[in-house]
């Protein structure tokens, strides 16, 4: 082989494998980004799930907490977001919310409360119900910003 085609052949090599790593990085940024980009909504729609069911599970534990009618609406409303989490969430976070499920309507069955009892609910801490779920939904939300 002679020195032309020599210097032919590493010419063409050296830009082929020029061109082959610049397309190769600009697809490990864009497959990156799109990563990126899927977690964060992945998250948000996590996030708003939960907004929605500590709201719904709030409207329905005061209704219960002051009612012996159930909310079936309310309740249906409860369950279904709870269905929407089998879809999206964690096993530990569906069953924390089913515990809290079941005990909105267990509250039903037990006597209404008055003001007084509601604030020495408040002051023994037995009135946050929602709280386990709050504290497992922050631990599953932190633990998705390190993937």
Known sequence: MDASNTTAL?????????????????????????????????ALR????????????ARCYVHALQHAEPDIPG?????AKIDRMRV???????????RIARKVVET???PNKDFPELRAMIKSG??????????ACRAELEAMRTW
Do not use: C, M, P
């Open 46 to 57: 996590r996030q708003d799930l939960y907004r929605e069911f500590i709201e719904a599970a």
């Open 126 to 135: 037995s009135v946050y119900l929602i709280r386990e779920f709050s504290v």
């Open 75 to 79: 309740l249906v409303d409860l369950y």
């Open 88 to 98: 999206l969430a964690s096993i530990n976070i569906v069953e924390t919310a089913e």
């Open 108 to 110: 039903y069955s037990e």
């Open 10 to 42: 590493a010419t063409l090599l050296g830009a082929a494998t020029g061109g082959l790593t610049s397309v190769l990085a600009t697809w490990l940024t864009h497959h990156s980004q799109a990563r990126a980009q899927w977690l964060a909504q992945k």
